[in-house]
């Protein structure tokens, strides 16, 4: 389609990325040069040595702060958060094509979710909880604050994927006798799945390193990024670079992993002469 | 208007939301069962756990592990940042059994009645407790300073639950204490190279965009006084009570120092502080005695330099929420006994901090420990933190020296003005400056 | 993240058809209460019920030590207005939004034209986004501790500088300056960015760059006639993302300004850790207030409801 562009432009504007990824994994790089500190060394330069020491340290309970637990919470919660922004932000994203009483009101609503300041947010639903003597866990009041942050960007993405959707493929649907539901499942699902996967991604993503309006609607065990940020209140070690490192490191394999394997796939299916698994962009 | 909102909303007879809730699942009668019948739900053997929300200050494992194995009750801690600690204990007492708090917080978490004065009869060493919290004065007589809030001043209640302080002692504590202090600033005498003997130096151009101060109002404020008055800038008729025209002169002298460029931030968490004296951002900052052997165990030099103008002092304890009763409120008070009864506060103490029953500690301390942490004397062997890294080399002593000559001289604590909402809103205007 | 896996044969639009004529025909009845209804339910119950508090917190009273005084007064209010610090807060976080602003969309839309029209197959795009987002998987906590190796006194940054003989003493408004908060937003937030105006490119026909093509315009010219304009939504989107997080944050600000420059979100935080409640509320309502009238003002230029 655009195989005519320009060789050059395609240069500079690969080189732009590379540098724009680059910048995003600044201070990763950092983390990762740091993990190696010594065992007497600190989160900062100068290095005290070299050493695996505090990798090692990862698996050790720690003195403060119980990183293992919060970060089984944290995977488990951005799970369940990622699953319910999905569907959640897929089904309103459906009724905003239609034009419905409060729709204007709710937009709104969702936008000012954005803007509120998240502590504020946090301290509203840690106190409602508590007027109710509804006791607060990860599960309760903190998958409720994490939605009020990962929905509004569920539902906004939405519209941007179903921005001048073409409605003609529903109507042709419906002249062949689909249903509702079979539309929804044959027609558009389809279509959207990929972006789909992008919203649940992007919600992981915030759920997993939400901190402020996590803070007062966790109840008695905290999530991560909470734990950790309370450890900052006592000396921290290098192990949280370790931890770092470890995640990215772990998360980058597994993207090679899959890369390798799909692209496995599709040279086989190539051979064989099969179109299916084409990209049309 | 005595009440807040929060208890307007909060309380039904007495029975805490807590409590009401898991008995209403057993009993059908409801709330006026659930105060009567106190807890309903506990089982003889069942094993407790204590949710114990504080900052990361105390919260260790190894205690936990210790203090399990001697008295059978679990420690869960919640660990929170200290803002988030004042956050929690006024607007959510029902998520921890225990909190750890600082002594100035208690100006704003007792008049939301969230805390129950703790019964001094329960506590077995209470008259053992270093008189600085039941006197007001150290243990050789001397009296503490009062200027700031002493914990003298809000330690005590009328009664098990109230909304104000006595000063006097009765038989109800709103906190058993666990750990105190003196801070002063903490300097890299390598970068700087000569002595360092007054809170002035914090303002010295010398030390331009290599100066940091704590970006807590309540604890910021008072460094700030202490620099304020030692420059000559503003002298205080209560420096832990400012008036209006006081934190004017005091906020517009640390925005006009901003202004210069003297700072190179405002750090806010302990780890901060000692990120940024350890990486060289800093060379003079207020510290906490603990940051300081943090810098050094990475091998750089840090002193926490006493000054003539003396200490700001701070203190912590632990308090029982009201909702609190039956067999939890019966372990918290074993807890605390156990807090107190010697291997808690040797492993605080060896933390840098002091702990609130001295001669306990001391069972549980060698005499060449104590006499480092302690006394001001050069250990004989290489002194080590609870968790084994060495802390100083033999023949060192400890900056500052004694127990007398740093508690002796303290000259503020860290405090809530009556001002305090002008206060804030100045302190504000100075780091929007 | 999106192209369109369809053997459907699309026909161009080269005029949108009549939304609003579209969306009466497919009317609805009950059927987009029902799909929006639990989503409804999250945000009434985790948002709009305990933001109810807040306001009425905001007209209540407060002294030093009583931290909430039922009351119906708009001191809070009158508070906020009176002092010239909420104005400077104000013009600061503006400042952010403006710079943030135009330099996220300025990277957000390089980047998702690269990858929306020079990236060709849905694989490559999606590896591409996620090796986006991993380093967010490294807690925030984390990340903002190593600005200072990277950016501080004797960071990196200032090592290679002097190294290389750039500069010949260590820069110190790398860190805690208006540079490092501005520095921090758009590493935070250009993803936000990305994601809507790439969903937006690859919902355009390429029929139509196509036949813009064909019709001898150049690459620029195809960007600023068809693709800016057929991306309104997703920027609009994307700028919402932008405006409303730059305008609330308190984090950045806080950890990256080294606490040497306060936001509206900031002074909001401050107040809430002070317990002083009814103040916060105020500022947080008139923050919202704000925000809102801007939101507002933005769907007057691009309605992104309208275009679903």
């Known amino acids: 389609m655009l195989r005519e562009n320009n060789p050059r432009t395609f240069f500079f504007l690969s080189l732009f990325f590379v540098l724009f990824v680059l910048f995003l994994y600044g201070p990763t790089i950092t983390i990762t040069i740091l993990s190696f500190q010594g065992p007497t060394g600190g989160l900062v330069f100068p290095m005290r040595g070299t050493s695996l020491h505090w990798f090692g340290q990862v698996f050790q309970a720690q003195s403060i702060g119980d990183i293992h637990g919060s970060f089984f919470r944290s995977i488990q919660l951005g799970l369940i958060v990622t699953v319910l922004t999905m569907v959640l932000s897929f089904l309103a994203g459906l009724a905003f094509r239609y034009r419905f009483r409060g729709s204007g009101f709710l937009f709104y609503v969702v936008v000012a979710s954005l803007i509120m300041p998240s502590v504020v947010v946090s301290l509203g639903i840690g106190s409602l909880f508590e007027l109710l003597g509804i006791e607060r866990f990860w599960w309760n009041a903190g998958l409720g604050a994490h939605l009020t942050w990962t929905l509004p960007f569920g539902l906004l993405i939405m519209f941007a994927v179903f921005n001048r959707f073409d409605k003609r493929l529903e109507e042709a649907a419906r002249d062949l006798g689909a249903s509702g539901v079979q539309t929804v499942r044959y027609v558009i699902l389809p279509i959207v799945a990929s972006s789909l996967i992008g919203v649940g991604l992007f919600g992981f993503t915030l759920s997993y390193d939400e901190l402020a309006r996590s803070s007062q609607a966790m109840g008695a065990l905290n999530t991560l990024p909470l734990e950790l940020q309370a450890m900052q209140t006592n000396a921290t070690t290098p192990v949280i670079y370790a931890l770092g490192t470890m995640t990215t490191a772990l998360s980058l394999s597994v993207i090679g992993v899959c890369l390798g394997t799909v692209l496995l796939l599709q040279r086989r299916q190539a051979r064989k002469g099969s179109d299916a698994g084409k990209g049309t962009v | 208007m005595a009440t807040t909102f929060w208890r307007l909303f909060d309380r039904s007879g007495g029975a805490s939301r807590r409590d009401f809730l898991k008995s209403a699942t057993t009993l059908a009668g409801g709330a006026a069962a659930a105060s009567t019948l106190g807890a309903p739900y506990v089982h003889a053997q069942e094993p407790i756990t204590l949710r114990y929300a504080g900052t990361g200050v105390n919260a260790f494992k190894e205690l936990a592990d210790k203090c399990k194995e001697d008295t059978g009750i679990t420690i869960q801690y919640t660990t929170l940042t200290s803002d988030d600690v004042v956050k929690r204990a006024v607007t959510q007492p029902s998520s921890f059994d225990m909190l750890d708090s600082e002594y100035w917080m208690l100006k704003k978490i007792i008049p939301s009645g969230n805390l129950r004065g703790m019964d001094v009869k329960k506590v077995k060493e209470y008259d053992k407790i270093v008189p600085i919290f039941t006197k007001g004065q150290l243990p050789d007589g001397s009296q503490t300073t009062r200027v700031g809030i002493a914990p003298i001043k809000v330690s005590y209640l009328p009664e098990a639950e109230s909304t104000e302080f006595v000063e006097e002692p009765t038989g109800f504590m709103t906190l058993i204490p666990t750990v105190y202090n003196a801070d002063t600033l903490g300097i890299r005498p390598d970068l700087i190279g000569r002595p360092i003997e007054s809170w002035a130096e914090l303002v010295n151009p010398e030390f331009k965009g290599k100066a940091s101060i704590l970006n807590v109002p309540a604890i910021g404020i008072m460094d700030a006084g202490q620099v304020a008055q030692a420059v000559g800038i503003v002298k205080y008729g209560d420096m832990g009570n400012m008036t209006k025209q006081e934190i004017d002169k005091t906020i517009a002298f640390l925005i006009e120092t901003k202004k210069a460029g003297q700072f190179r931030g405002l750090w806010k968490e302990f780890n901060e502080s000692v990120n940024w004296m350890a990486s060289g951002e800093t060379v003079i900052q207020s510290m906490w005695s603990p940051a300081i052997t943090k810098v050094r165990q990475q091998g750089i030099p840090c002193v926490y330099q006493p000054l003539k103008e003396g200490y700001r002092a701070w203190a912590a304890g632990l308090g029982i929420p009201t909702h609190v009763e039956g067999r939890t409120l019966d372990a918290c008070y074993e807890f605390v006994n156990w807090f107190l009864s010697g291997w808690a506060g040797a492993f605080l103490n060896r933390q840098g901090y002091y702990t609130a029953v001295l001669d306990t500690a001391k069972e549980n301390m060698t005499a060449d420990e104590w006499g480092y942490w302690m006394e001001g004397k050069p250990c004989v062997e290489a002194i080590k933190s609870p968790t084994g890294e060495e802390l100083a080399k033999p023949g060192e002593i400890r900056d500052g020296g004694s127990f007398y000559e740093r508690m002796g001289n303290v000259t503020v604590w860290n405090t809530v003005m009556d001002e305090d909402r002008y206060m804030v809103r100045k302190w504000n205007e100075f780091v929007a400056a | ?308």
């Open chain 3, 1 to 308: 993240m999106s192209a369109q896996p369809i053997s459907v044969p699309i026909v161009s639009e080269t005029a949108v058809p009549a939304a609003a004529a579209n969306a009466a025909r497919f009317g609805g009845g009950l059927v987009p209460y029902l799909l929006v209804a639990p989503l409804a339910a999250v945000f009434l119950l985790f948002f709009l019920i305990p933001m109810l508090l807040v306001i009425v917190v905001s007209f209540f009273n407060y002294e030093s030590y009583q931290i909430l005084i039922p009351d119906f007064t708009f001191q809070n209010y009158l508070d906020v207005f009176g002092e010239a610090v909420t104005w400077q807060t104000y013009l600061t976080t503006f400042k952010y939004c403006l710079i943030v602003w135009v330099l996220t969309f300025a990277i957000g839309f390089t980047v998702a034209y690269y990858l929306a029209f020079y990236v060709r197959t849905l694989t490559w795009q999606m590896v591409l986004f996620l090796v986006c987002t991993v380093p967010f998987w490294t807690s925030n906590v984390i990340r903002m501790i190593s600005w200072i190796p990277l950016l501080g006194r004797n960071g990196v940054v200032n090592e290679t500088l002097m190294a290389l003989g750039i500069v010949d003493q260590p820069q110190e408004w790398l860190l805690y300056s208006d540079f490092s908060v501005i520095l921090g937003f758009v590493h935070l937030f250009t993803v936000f960015m990305v994601v809507p105006i790439f969903n937006s490119m690859v919902r355009i026909d390429k029929s139509l760059i196509e036949a813009a093509r064909d019709g001898g315009a150049s690459e620029w010219a195809t960007i600023k006639h068809v693709i800016l304009p057929l991306c309104r939504p997703g920027i609009a989107i994307g700028s919402i993302f932008v405006l409303t997080i730059v305008m609330g944050d308190f984090v950045t600000v806080t950890v990256l300004g080294g606490g040497l420059v306060a936001s509206v979100g900031k002074s909001i935080a401050t107040e809430l850790n002070y317990l002083q409640f009814p103040p916060a509320a105020a500022n947080a309502m008139v923050l919202l207030t704000i925000v809102i009238l801007m939101m507002v003002g933005l769907s007057r230029i691009v309605d992104v409801r309208k275009e679903l």
